[in-house]
């Protein structure tokens, strides 16, 4: 097993370790927003960063939404600069990665290779959409200027839709 490959299983025994030594708990309702995106609770749970009014206003909750393997964890200022995410991304989406250069950040070693959580959360985003990461990380490296709107779609456009049927086309008239 090559150094490499155990950089993630380090990385993420070292973060719950300096958790649990501080004796961290991370209740997602009780950070302050500007930590809320791209956290995990004690319960393993990520935390969501809400719209709480029209003034707009901000809270942090706790979603449904678990995550295997990760607990106790605020991703790191590295982390969200290398992976091109934002910390006031309100909600669970798959909005990011339609954005111009988006992938490649998320594909780039820097976010590869050192941020399980936000890698865990677009790996599963991208399943939801009908794609596998690796595979779009690897369509962005070969053709850096294709959207990832481009490869996440099956290439199919609709066209437009009729409530009808079109009928049979004649040159000749219709009987009378």
């Known amino acids: 097993m090559s150094y490499s490959s155990l950089k993630l299983p380090i990385f993420l025994i070292l973060s719950s370790l300096l958790h649990?030594?501080?004796g961290e708990e991370i209740i997602c309702e009780n950070l302050p927003t500007s930590m809320c995106a791209f956290?995990?609770?004690?319960?393993?749970?990520?935390?969501?960063l809400e719209t709480a009014n029209v003034a707009g206003d901000y809270t942090c909750r706790t979603s449904a939404v678990e995550v295997e393997g990760i607990v106790n964890h605020v991703e790191s200022d590295e982390c969200v600069a290398a992976c091109?995410?934002?910390?006031?991304?309100v909600g669970i989406s798959s909005d990011a990665?339609?954005?111009?250069?988006?992938?490649?950040?998320?594909?780039?070693?820097?976010?590869?290779?050192?941020?399980?959580n936000i890698l865990d959360l677009y790996f599963n985003l991208a399943a939801g959409e009908g794609a596998f990461l690796p595979d779009l990380?690897?369509?962005q490296r070969t053709n850096p200027h294709r959207s990832m709107l481009e490869m996440l779609s099956s290439g199919a456009a609709p066209g437009?839709?009729?409530?009808?049927a079109p009928g049979p086309v004649s040159?000749?008239?219709a009987p009378v």
């Not at 956290?39 to 969501?48: F, H, N, P, V, Y």
């Not at 091109?84 to 991304?89: A, C, F, L, P, Q």
């Not at 990665?97 to 399980?116: N, R, T, V, W």
């Not at 437009?160 to 009808?164: A, N």
Request: charged fraction near 20%; include cysteine.
């Open 20 to 22: 649990a030594a501080l």
């Open 39 to 48: 956290s995990i609770s004690a319960t393993g749970k990520r935390c969501l």
């Open 84 to 89: 091109g995410v934002d910390r006031k991304t």
């Open 97 to 116: 990665m339609m954005e111009a250069g988006f992938a490649a950040k998320l594909c780039s070693p820097a976010c590869l290779d050192y941020c399980p």
């Open 137 to 139: 990380c690897d369509a």
């Open 160 to 164: 437009p839709v009729s409530e009808t």
């Open 171 to 173: 040159d000749s008239p």
